[in-house]
């Protein structure tokens, strides 16, 4: 992950920013075990770096955005691919982002597959009357929603999907409840980090997860990465509102291509690639010379 990235030296001064912060970034990107690469705080500046540098390659290569947009984290990548923030401005958020997700209280997150969203914030609100945390953390694509909330709270959610019909309800390997109340700590404290730090207008329009919103203003895009660490990550609807924006096909920078199959099932008639080196980068031909960069999560 990201080997190809540091050899040809992009952006070698993030992995010098994540150094500084206490983690072997540059390290575990060549050598680093998956083990090694899950916690939050290192999942975070790694993906972030990876996505970056595979847009910016894109672009370099002729590619002319029209919107962005990127999942949890990858907003970061879609902020700084759309000029709101610089590159070690968005690392340095990034690593602090990540420092206080992973502290942040025990909880963990499931995916149900086979439930809409309605009947699944239902089965969320049950189990929060029984005094648990649940919520609904990321509404990915039609029949794939993610729940996120306390351990108690997230097997009780499981019970009462499979008796709902949901066809599997798989716990998720993360640090923590992500996109949850239990995330309110970490946020009112990230919040504080972003009050200090200059955003410009994007060059071109970014979609806001929480809200599934365009935003075109410094103001509105630092409002969508305030309200993200406790709010959910509308996916679907961020994704239809890239499309209205005027995106015609899609891109996906980063390592895997799981965006890449959301977006096929929320927009099936939209040409969809992921890319996630330098050599699929440049192979890479978009036809009208438009496209929306994702970033990766």
């Keep these: 992950m990201g080997r190809a990235l540091i050899e040809s030296g992009r952006h070698l001064a993030l992995l010098g920013l994540a150094e500084e912060a206490g983690i072997p970034l540059e390290r575990l990107l060549l050598s680093g075990s998956a083990d090694q690469l899950r916690p939050t705080e290192v999942a975070q500046p790694a ?14 290569k002729g590619l002319r955005p029209v919107a962005a947009a990127g999942h949890s984290l990858g907003e970061y990548c879609a902020v700084v691919a759309a000029g709101s923030l610089s590159a070690e401005q968005g690392m340095r958020l990034v690593l602090e982002r990540g420092r206080l997700m992973a502290s942040a209280p025990e909880g963990t997150m499931a ?55 949901a066809r599997r309800v798989v ?77 015609e096909s899609f891109v996906e920078c980063g390592p895997g291509g799981i965006l890449a199959g959301l977006a096929r099932r929320i927009l099936p008639n939209s040409p969809v690639v992921a890319v996630d080196s330098p050599e699929s980068c440049a192979a890479l031909l978009a036809p009208d010379g438009t496209g929306a960069v994702t970033g990766a999560a």
């Design 47 to 60: 993906l972030f770096y990876t996505g970056i540098g595979l847009a910016e390659i894109l672009v370099e």
């Design 111 to 165: 995916a149900v597959l086979g439930l809409e969203l309605g009947a699944l914030e239902e089965l969320c609100r049950r189990v929060e009357d029984s005094g648990e945390c649940c919520v609904v953390a990321n509404d990915n694509a039609p029949g794939q929603v993610v729940v996120s909330g306390s351990r108690n709270g997230m097997e009780r959610l499981a019970e009462l999907a499979k008796e709902k019909g």
């Design 171 to 247: 716990p998720l390997n993360v640090g923590g409840a992500f996109h949850s109340p239990l995330m309110k700590s970490a946020a009112e404290a990230f919040s504080r980090q972003l009050d200090q730090v200059s955003f410009q207008d994007p060059s071109f329009p970014i979609a806001a997860g929480v809200t599934g919103a365009i935003s075109e203003s410094a103001d509105a895009v630092r409002a969508g990465l305030r309200d993200q660490l406790a709010g959910p990550v509308r996916w679907v609807s961020t994704m239809q509102a890239v499309a209205g924006a005027g995106a």
